[in-house]
C-alpha cells in the first residue's frame, strides 16, 4: 500500500476490524511513520443476467428486491430477510465463479427462499415469475406447497 505522504510502496498494518462490509485497516509507513486508514472489500465479478428473451443485462440487486418487496407486500416478511435473499442470490452466483446467470436460475433461488419464509410471498412471486396461463398452473403451485409443507404438530388434549 502506497504512503498517501511520501509515496513509500511499503507499509505494515498496527489495527484491522471489520466495518460494515469492508475492513477497515490502520497502517503506518515504514518510511516515515506516517499513518493512514485504509478499506479493504470483496470485489465481486460482474454477473450478467440471460433474460427470457435472449437479451443480456447486468445483474442489478435493487431490481431483485424491488420484484421480492411486491410479493412481499403486507406479509410478515422484514427488510432484513430481503436483503438476505439479495444477498443470497449474488453470493451464489459469485461462489460458483459463474459471470452468467439466467433469470430462472435467479428466480428458483429466490422462490426457495421465499418458500421457507413465507407461502403467501412464495405464491405472489411464483405468480410472476412462472408466468401462469391458466387457473390450473395455479391450483398445480398451490397443491406442490401443500405437499411440501411440513406435518404440524397433533393437537394434544
Do not use: H, W
Not at 17 to 41: A, H, L, Q, V, Y
Not at 88 to 104: C, D, G, H, I
Not at 137 to 153: C, G, N, Q, T, Y
Amino acid at each position: 500500500m502506497r504512503c498517501p505522504f511520501c509515496g513509500f510502496e511499503d507499509s505494515k498494518v498496527i489495527d484491522s476490524r471489520p466495518k460494515d462490509d469492508k475492513i477497515k485497516r490502520r497502517r503506518e509507513c515504514i518510511k516515515c511513520s506516517g499513518r493512514f486508514t485504509t478499506f479493504e472489500s470483496v470485489e465481486k465479478p460482474l454477473l450478467m443476467v440471460e433474460k427470457r428473451s435472449g437479451m443480456y443485462e447486468p445483474f442489478d440487486s435493487s431490481k431483485l428486491i424491488k420484484g421480492i418487496y411486491t410479493a412481499i407486500k403486507k406479509r410478515p416478511v422484514t427488510i432484513d430477510q430481503v436483503s438476505e435473499i439479495a444477498d443470497y442470490v449474488e453470493n451464489y452466483f459469485a461462489n460458483e465463479l459463474k459471470t452468467v446467470a439466467k433469470s430462472k436460475e435467479i428466480g428458483e433461488l429466490v422462490l426457495n427462499k421465499l418458500r421457507d419464509i413465507d407461502p403467501i410471498s412464495y405464491i405472489r412471486f411464483a405468480s410472476v415469475y412462472e408466468d401462469f396461463t391458466d387457473i390450473d398452473s395455479f391450483v398445480a403451485l398451490i397443491s406442490e406447497l401443500e405437499k411440501k409443507k411440513p406435518d404440524s404438530d397433533p393437537e394434544i388434549i
